[in-house]
């Protein structure tokens, strides 16, 4: 494994050594660097990050309550594996919450808001690039949401993207989702410039039900 460009997150001298690796390895394991299933080794994870074990087995801890980690007996760690029961969880919290923003903050829509969302969705159709397309995909949700002024739900709603972001991976790098999902966005945008908030609610729904369904589905078929 490569680790040595995560230590970027070590340049935040407000947080503890271990709220920094901590940072560190849920990037990786978001960014697909760090794989389902595999092994952490403590000494070799402080060797990388070059800090004392310590640090390292709190961030661990801190990882696993988050779902992002596995602690086994004798303070072994893997990476969570990902799970079509996880996903269809975490997309039924995203309807609930999203739907939501997007009610209060459609009426707070402004220009600048709709050229903002324009430019993201231009800029996720001009690249292939998985990692780069979960970015655009999280920025333009956000983005959507943002004009809601609703602080806790926004926090609410970041927390499940750090989850969705493993998944939306593999459907941006391994199923046929990509233009679907660029179609919907777009949708999603016209219905919210017109004010039809029945209509953005719905496009909104099929288009996290879509998703959902489509990784759900390849990951429950993925081992006997």
């Avoid at 996720?124 to 920025?139: F, H, P, R, W, Y």
Wanted: proline share 3%.
């Amino acid at each position: 494994m490569n680790l040595s460009k995560y230590k970027r997150f070590f340049d935040q001298p407000q947080k503890s050594a271990a709220e920094l690796v901590a940072d560190a390895l849920r990037r990786a394991v978001i960014d697909g660097e760090l794989v389902s299933e595999q092994l952490l080794k403590q000494a070799e994870l402080a060797r990388v990050f070059g800090v004392s074990r310590i640090p390292i087995k709190e961030a661990l801890v801190k990882l696993e309550s988050e779902g992002f980690v596995v602690m086994h007996a004798n303070s072994v760690a893997k990476v969570a594996a990902l799970s079509h029961a996880e996903v269809s969880e975490l997309y039924d919290i995203r309807l609930a919450l999203e739907t939501l923003a997007l009610k209060n903050a459609l009426p707070q829509l402004s220009t600048a808001d709709f050229e903002k969302l324009e430019r993201i969705l231009t800029e996720a159709d001009k690249t292939a690039d998985s990692v780069k397309l979960g970015e655009l995909n999280q920025a333009f949700h956000l983005s959507l949401y943002a004009a809601a002024k609703r602080p806790k739900l926004s926090a609410m709603i970041k927390q499940v993207h750090l989850h969705v972001d493993r998944y939306l991976r593999v459907a941006y790098a391994l199923l046929p989702y990509q233009r679907p999902s660029s179609e919907e966005h777009w949708a999603i945008l016209e219905a919210c410039k017109v004010q039809n908030e029945q209509g953005a609610s719905s496009l909104l729904n099929k288009h996290l039900l879509s998703v959902k369904e489509q990784i759900s589905d390849y990951l429950f078929h993925l081992k006997p």
